[in-house]
């Protein structure tokens, strides 16, 4: 059974960092590309990051580009969220999804997706 | 980047009904890569539709999508209460970005 859990999140303050974490199981990490997507309190959902399968090349959207960093190690079966110089408006919760079929970024949805970790930026 | 408009935001209808959400593309989705997403509140999305029509696996054939180009549809027939959830649009034709509709609320009455 594919599992993918989100550790990691929770209180901080603006300006701070937070790492999160997202451990893979039931299938081999290696072979797909992975994202992170957000929700803030009663809002849709926005993509943040993606990452192909060997991390060579990574995506950030605007809002998040320059503060973020998205990675992965395959040997450990996790996939990596460093977020710094946090904001308000990143308030949200952080989902980890992998797409449906392949090891690139692009052209695939996503069919699995953790249950996500909830990040508070409050003073 | 593609916007996606969903309509209407919230839909109400009854057990045994059949629902019909839209989601219109601000360019066209040239491979008709588009998902449906279901999402229940405090729950993680689903995907129920992928390449615009395709089921993903262990999704009920009372879910069907349509469309291509700018225009795109997730049809629900006889409702049952648990269809109750939010569904949300997403193109992955012109990505990264991946974007997503602003979701429609279905209740269930």
Redesign the interface.
């Given at each position: 059974e594919v599992q993918l859990l989100e550790s990691g999140g929770g209180l901080v303050q603006p300006g701070g960092s937070l790492r999160l974490s997202c451990a893979a199981s039931g299938f081999t990490l290696s072979n797909y590309a992975m994202?992170w997507f957000r929700q803030a309190p009663g809002k849709?959902?926005?993509?943040v990051s993606?990452v192909n399968s060997n991390g060579a090349r990574t995506?950030n959207?605007?809002s998040v580009n320059g503060r973020f960093t998205i990675s992965r190690d395959n040997s450990k079966k996790t996939l990596y969220l460093q977020m710094n110089s946090l904001r308000a408006e990143d308030t949200a919760v952080y989902?980890c999804a992998r797409v449906?079929s392949g090891p690139d970024?692009?052209?695939?949805?996503?069919?699995y997706?953790?249950?996500?970790t909830l990040v508070i930026v409050s003073s | 980047e593609i916007v996606l408009t969903q309509s209407p935001g919230t839909l109400s209808l009854s057990p045994g009904e059949r629902a019909t959400l839209s989601c219109r593309a601000s360019q066209s989705v040239t491979r008709n890569y588009l998902a449906w997403y279901q999402q229940k509140p405090g729950q993680a999305p689903r995907l129920l539709i992928y390449g615009a029509s395709s089921r993903a696996t262990g999704i009920p054939d009372r879910f069907s999508g349509s469309g291509s180009g700018t225009d795109f549809t997730l049809s629900i027939s006889r409702l049952e209460p648990e269809d109750s959830a939010v569904y949300y649009c997403q193109q992955y034709d012109s990505s990264p970005p991946y974007t997503f509709g602003q979701g429609t609320k279905l209740e269930i009455k």
């Open positions: 994202s849709g959902l926005e993509w993606a995506y959207a605007d989902f449906y970024v692009g052209a695939d949805c996503f069919v997706w953790g249950q996500g | -």
